[in-house]
T-cell receptor
Framework: SQQGEEDPQALSIQEGENATMNCSYK?????LQWYRQNSGRGLVHLIL?????REKHSGRLRVTLDTSKKSSSLLITASRAADTASYFC????????????FGKGTSLLVTP | DVKVTQSSRYLVKRTGEKVFLECVQD?????MFWYRQDPGLGLRLIYF???????EKGDIPEGYSVSREKKERFSLILESASTNQTSMYLC???????????????FGPGTRLTVL
């Protein structure tokens, strides 16, 4: 069953600006992951943050996790037109086992 | 380069036909998954498999079955296709938990299925 819920559903920014997307979930997790999907394509794994971590960086990506609030945020700094895509959070937990629960995604548009 | 491949990018079938969607991974992953993706509904898990010949139902298994005879191949079967199964189908694979993996999934490019 879907657990993650992204906010906002859609986001439009200009190149060079930062983009922030949020994800909330309902039950305890082992880790939370972010994926990107370019139009009509499969998903690509971006970053994974474990439940005992609070912040993680990868290139222009910064992910935070607040397990007390059951929420995460993905920050993309200095956005580029190539960052235009849908972004999904996914949770893995003791209930889901091997499977991930995906949210419905945030659609990001970065205009030149 | 790791890869998950799906047999077709686009597929058009008629109502009542039996449809096979094939997925192959070359990463020796234990786990394989089938999702469908629909606008406004996100990704929903249909079935997954954590070992050869093993399968588990996901959130929406009705109208679907799966087959995993070899570790690298996971097939999704629509026994009698219906128009409400028109969707994007995504296959994914991941390492088994025993290997120390944390469930990062690798996705195929997707199959856009239209049932007329």
């Amino acid at each position: 069953s879907q657990q993650g819920e992204e906010d906002p559903q859609a986001l439009s920014i200009q190149e060079g600006e930062n983009a922030t997307m949020n994800c909330s979930y309902k039950t305890s997790i082992n880790n939370l992951q972010w994926y990107r999907q370019n139009s009509g394509r499969g998903l690509v794994h971006l970053i994974l943050i474990r439940s005992n971590e609070r912040e993680k960086h990868s290139g222009r990506l910064r992910v935070t996790l607040d397990t007390s609030k059951k929420s995460s945020s993905l920050l993309i700094t200095a956005s580029r037109a190539a960052d235009t895509a849908s972004y999904f959070c996914a949770t893995a937990g003791p209930i889901s086992g091997y499977a991930l629960n995906f949210g419905k995604g945030t659609s990001l548009l970065v205009t030149p | 380069d790791v890869k998950v491949t799906q047999s077709s990018r686009y597929l058009v079938k008629r109502t009542g036909e039996k449809v096979f969607l094939e997925c192959v991974q070359d990463m020796d992953h234990e786990n394989m998954f089938w999702y469908r993706q629909d606008p406004g509904l996100g990704l929903r898990l249909i079935y997954f498999s954590y070992d050869v010949k093993m399968k588990e139902k996901g959130d929406i298994p009705e109208g679907y079955s799966v087959s995993r005879e070899k570790k690298e191949r996971f097939s999704l079967i629509l026994e009698s296709a219906s128009t409400n199964q028109t969707s994007m189908y995504l296959c994914a694979s991941s390492r088994g938990f025993e290997a120390g993996g944390y469930n990062e999934q690798f996705f195929g490019p997707g199959t856009r299925l239209t049932v007329l």
